[in-house]
């Protein structure tokens, strides 16, 4: 088991020899991917929800879903509820978990980024909150799986961001120090305070979630796309 330590912010001196990321809404771009889904599913079902107005049926899931926070069975059934589908929340999660992972759209250049580090050496890891099943099939389907060196999924390691232990954790299977470590991530209090709290450095992906009120500006840098990650010098941070 992992001694946990709260560790200062890292000294400018310190070279980043690894490079964790998040997942969804950082590298996979989880709306784009569930938005388009959720048109295929209306399609598809469409003899039990054409009475349902497309850019409805969207709008009330992705409010429903909470950026993924939602179990689907709830979200589906407010919205059989609401909506008057002739049809039971467990078929409509089903043919979601069954469809939606296929094809992951991910962020522009992200392939290229990941290449672009690995080419300078350094380790990379992508640490994701969720459920062993849908993160893997997104890793699987986009590739992302074979461009990193460690992945760690909370369902799977039983413990999940912020909790110091999982960062710690990707640290060590990289073979770096937390201070070696920078963190790319869009929840400010999953990714970016948990990583802080090690003594990683981090980037924020300005996303969907905005900024708490009570939580402390703590990111090193800000981005709103991962290519914009080329060419930053972190030394200088």
């Known amino acids: 088991m992992e001694t946990i330590v709260t560790v200062h912010a890292p000294?400018?001196?310190?070279?980043?020899r690894a490079i964790l990321f998040d997942l969804d809404e950082t590298l996979h771009d989880r709306r784009s991917t569930?938005?388009?889904?959720?048109?295929?599913?209306?399609?598809?079902?469409?003899?039990?929800?054409g009475h349902i107005p497309l850019e409805t049926y969207l709008q009330r899931f992705l409010e429903l879903d909470n950026v993924g926070?939602?179990?689907?069975?709830?979200?589906?059934?407010?919205?059989?509820?609401?909506?008057?589908?002739?049809?039971?929340?467990?078929?409509?999660?089903?043919?979601?978990?069954?469809?939606?992972?296929?094809?992951?759209?991910?962020f522009p250049l992200v392939r290229d980024l990941l290449a672009h580090y690995r080419q300078q050496?350094?380790?990379l890891a992508i640490v994701t909150n969720g459920s062993t099943r849908s993160q893997q099939a997104k890793l699987a389907n986009s590739g992302l799986d074979r461009l990193v060196d460690v992945i760690l999924i909370s369902e799977q390691e039983g413990v999940a961001k912020p909790t110091p232990t999982i960062f710690l954790r990707a640290a060590r299977q990289l073979g770096a120090r937390p201070e070696e470590?920078?963190?790319?991530?869009?929840?400010?209090e999953a990714d970016i305070w948990g990583a802080r709290q090690v003594?990683?450095?981090?980037?924020?992906?300005?996303?969907?979630i905005p900024w708490p009120d009570h939580l402390p500006r703590v990111a090193d840098h800000?981005?709103?796309e991962?290519?914009?990650?080329?060419?930053v010098d972190f030394s200088r941070w």
């Open 222 to 224: 800000t981005i709103c």
């Open 199 to 208: 003594g990683m450095k981090t980037v924020w992906r300005k996303g969907h």
């Open 121 to 123: 050496g350094h380790g």
């Open 34 to 49: 569930v938005e388009q889904a959720l048109q295929e599913q209306h399609a598809r079902l469409h003899e039990y929800l």
């Open 226 to 231: 991962p290519g914009e990650l080329f060419g």
């Open 11 to 16: 000294s400018e001196e310190t070279m980043i």
């Open 69 to 106: 926070r939602t179990p689907k069975p709830q979200v589906y059934g407010q919205m059989v509820e609401e909506l008057a589908i002739p049809l039971s929340p467990t078929l409509l999660s089903e043919d979601y978990y069954r469809h939606t992972w296929r094809q992951p759209v991910l």
């Open 181 to 188: 470590c920078l963190f790319v991530g869009d929840n400010p």
